[in-house]
Each structure stands twice: as C-alpha cells, then as structure tokens.
C-alpha cells in the first residue's frame, strides 16, 4: 500500500457528486489511464480496491501509477456502483474536465495541418462513434466531428473511446460549419481510394450507418471516394471504414512521420 495520504471516502464521495453533471466520466482503468497520459485535468477518482487499481497501473502502465496515486480514493464498492451504474469490470471510475470547445474549435481549424480530420455524419451508434475517435488518436488525426443530433462526449462514446478523446479534438458541428480542407466523403459510388493520395489537409467524411451521407454532407463533398468491397457485401463497420481509410492515408507517409 503506497504511504500517500488517502482524502476521507465520504468527502470524496460529496466532490464526486458536486460536479459529475459537468464532468467527463471516465469509466475503467484503461479511460483513466489514456486520460492522464495526455493531460485531462482529473479531480476525482474512486475506486472499490484502491490496492487493485495500483497493482494494474504498476502492471500495465506504471507511467500513470503516480498519478494515480495521488488521485484515487477508496470507497466501498456499492457506494461506487451508485454512483456508476455500469462499472467497468476494473472497478474504478473518474471524472475529468471536458476541453475548452473554443481552443477544440480552434485546433480544427489551424491550417496548414499535418494529419486529417475525421467527419461522423450524423452517427446513431455511441459505441462505434467512441470507436472511431479510438482510432483516429491512433493515427495521430487531429480530431473528431460530428454532426446530427450525439454529443461525442456521452458517457457510453467516451467508453468505447476509451478515453482518448483527450488525446484529439473531439467536438459537435453543423456541415456548414466543417474544419476547412478538401472534404473527401466515403461513398459506394466513388472513385477507388486505391488510386487516390489523400493529404494531410484532408477532411474523411463518412455517412451514418443507417443512411449513409445526408445530402448537405455530399453537396459540400469536393471528392466523393469508396473503399475496395467484395461484390454482394453491402457495407462495412463505420469503424472498419475509417481504419482502412485512415491506414490508406497513413501509408501515403514516409515511415516515422509525426503526424
């Protein structure tokens, strides 16, 4: 057990309470792990077995064991489970300031760009679309838009993102109000990405999953461009597609370019 001095579980509980409605919940070690790595402000961290927690950071990434030592206060498991329903089987739970959306904003606008941005469409699945920011910090994007009607920073996004939404610029717009660059959306009926060199200015726009792109995203398109697909198959994972359009662009990049 580590000698750092541990807050009182229930004040804990109270500052938890205080600010969950306006705070980023960070649901499981491996959320709060990415979190830290790439600067999230934290307040709070519960856990059930503080002692657990720590094992696995000084397992798995011992880079963030400090920090997360300082952070994490005990609390008694069903006190946790109150306060998030569907605990993540590592069985912690944090809560984060959510990023300026002016200094978000901004960074998706700052050209010239070294790296894509990444457009959701008018999404309906909150787990692919945490999947897809998961990606897209994975290749070094610049950030995540979307449109319609999801807030990327739901809980159940920020899950399947697993935290690395710290780690680009995540926010919600109009089309009309897209990150400039040339707008390259997925369609079936497009040119072979195969053939194409996508920049590093790029805006990727991808189509929901039930509809694919809204007639405002397609107008606002200046290339319309399909990923290679087996005759019969009608669709991929909207994940899957932004992986193999992300992996195309990153292939196009000299080995060890920082994106």
């Keep these: 057990m580590s000698g750092t001095r541990q807050r009182d579980p229930d004040d804990a509980v109270r500052a938890w309470r205080g600010i969950a409605d306006t705070s980023v919940l960070l649901d499981g070690f491996h959320a709060i792990k990415h979190a830290l790595r790439f600067g999230a402000v934290i307040p709070s961290a519960l856990a059930g077995d503080r002692a657990a927690v720590l094992a696995l950071a000084d397992e798995l990434a011992p880079d963030v064991k400090e920090a997360l030592d300082a952070l994490l206060v005990q609390v008694p498991d069903t006190t946790l489970r109150s306060l998030v329903p569907r605990l993540h089987p590592t069985g912690v739970a944090a809560l984060a300031v959510r990023p300026s959306r002016t200094a978000n904003l901004d ?3 700052r050209m010239p760009r070294t790296a894509p941005v990444v457009v959701l469409d008018d999404p309906r699945n909150l787990g692919n679309a945490g999947a897809v920011i998961r990606l897209a910090a994975g290749f070094g994007a610049t950030g995540v838009v979307t449109t319609g009607t999801i ?22 717009t109009d089309v009309s109000e897209l990150p400039p660059g040339p707008v390259f959306a997925l369609d079936a009926e497009g040119e ?11 805006v990727l726009a991808f189509g929901s999953e039930r509809s694919g792109l809204s007639g405002q995203l397609r107008e606002r398109a200046d290339h319309l461009v399909s990923l290679p697909m087996r005759p019969q198959v009608s669709s ?12 195309h662009w990153s292939a196009g990049r000299p080995p060890g370019a920082e994106a």
Excluded: C, Q
């Design 151 to 172: 807030d990327p920073w739901h809980p159940t996004v920020v899950r399947g993102g697993a935290g690395l939404h710290f780690a680009t610029a995540v926010e919600r």
């Design 192 to 202: 072979d990405i195969r053939g194409l060199k996508l920049p590093d200015d790029a």
């Design 236 to 247: 991929y994972n909207l994940a899957t597609s932004v992986g193999m359009t992300l992996f």
């Design 107 to 109: 960074a998706l606008a």
